[in-house]
C-alpha cells in the first residue's frame, strides 16, 4: 500500500470488553512499531517487532495487553478487559529495516480508542 | 534513563516570523535525537534527526536544529514561518545502545502560525 494503514479509526469500547486494532505497514517493511499517545501527551511506546519476531515488549503497560504478528507483515494489538486508562490513539509505524535511526520509520494515522 | 523536555507546551507566531521550538533531554549516555511533526488528522512525519557528526542538521520544510551537547538541548528552528506548519512538534531520542524500536518522546509544542 502507500502507507502505513490502521484499522478501525476510531473505537468505541465499553469497559471490560476486549478490543483488537489492526495494523497494515507498507509493502515489504521489516520492522514494524505500536506507540500509545494519550491526550496532551507525547506518544509512549508500546512493543517492537522485526519480521514476525517480537524484540521489545516493554513498554506494554499490562499483561491486558498482548502484540503479534504471525506472519511477519500485519500486526494486531489486542487489549483484553479494556478500562477507561486506555483511552488514547493507538500508533503503528513501520520501517524497512532496523529502528528509528537506520532507515525512516513511517506512522499511520492511529486508532482512537475510547473506553467509556 | 533518557527523559524528553519541551519547554513550550504552545507557540503562537506570526506568518513569515522566525520560529524557536525548544526541547531538553536528560541521558547519562549519548543519544539519537529527532524531531517528528505531526498535522492534524495525520501521522507522525519525520523532520530531521541527529546521529553523528556536524551538530546542526537540516531536516524537510525548511527547518533546521542544532545538537548542543553541554546544554543537552535540540531547538528547533525556522527562519520564516508558514501557515502551513501549524501542527504539534515532538522531539524524541533514543539510546544508541536499545534495539532501535523505543523512542522518548516529549510532550509535544503545538505551534499555531497567524496570517
Known amino acids: 500500500g502507500a502507507g502505513v494503514s490502521q484499522s478501525p479509526r476510531y473505537k468505541v469500547a465499553k469497559r471490560g470488553q476486549d478490543v483488537a486494532l489492526r495494523c497494515d505497514p507498507i509493502?515489504?517493511?521489516?520492522?514494524l512499531f505500536w506507540y500509545q499517545q494519550a491526550l496532551g501527551q507525547g506518544p509512549e511506546f508500546l512493543t517492537y517487532?522485526?519480521?514476525?519476531?517480537?524484540?521489545?515488549k516493554s513498554g506494554l503497560p499490562s499483561d491486558r495487553f498482548f502484540a503479534e504478528r504471525p506472519e511477519g507483515s500485519v500486526s494486531t494489538l489486542k487489549i483484553q478487559r479494556t478500562q477507561q486508562e486506555d483511552s488514547a490513539v493507538y500508533l503503528c509505524?513501520?520501517?524497512?529495516?532496523?529502528?528509528?535511526?537506520?532507515?525512516?520509520?513511517?506512522f499511520g494515522q492511529g486508532t482512537r480508542l475510547t473506553v467509556v | 534513563a533518557q527523559s524528553v523536555t519541551q519547554l513550550d507546551s504552545q507557540v503562537p507566531v506570526f506568518e513569515e516570523a522566525p520560529v524557536e521550538l525548544r526541547c531538553n533531554y536528560s541521558?547519562?549516555?549519548?543519544?539519537?535525537l529527532f524531531w517528528y511533526v505531526q498535522y492534524p488528522n495525520q501521522g507522525l512525519q519525520l523532520l530531521l534527526k541527529?546521529?553523528?557528526?556536524?551538530?546542526l542538521v537540516k531536516g524537510i520544510n525548511g527547518f533546521e536544529a542544532e545538537f548542543n551537547k553541554s546544554q543537552t538541548s535540540f531547538h528547533l528552528r525556522k527562519p520564516s514561518v508558514h501557515i502551513s506548519d501549524t501542527a504539534e512538534y515532538f522531539c524524541?531520542?533514543?539510546?544508541?545502545?536499545?534495539?532501535?524500536?523505543?523512542?522518548?518522546f516529549g510532550q509535544g509544542t503545538e505551534l499555531s502560525v497567524k496570517p
Open positions: 509493502s515489504g517493511h521489516v520492522s
Open positions: 517487532f522485526q519480521n514476525e519476531a517480537q524484540l521489545d
Open positions: 509505524a513501520s520501517s524497512l529495516e532496523g529502528g528509528f535511526m537506520n532507515t525512516e520509520a513511517f
Open positions: 524524541a531520542v533514543s539510546p544508541p545502545y536499545n534495539q532501535g524500536g523505543k523512542l522518548i
Open positions: 541521558s547519562s549516555v549519548s543519544v539519537y
Open positions: 541527529y546521529l553523528s557528526g556536524s551538530t
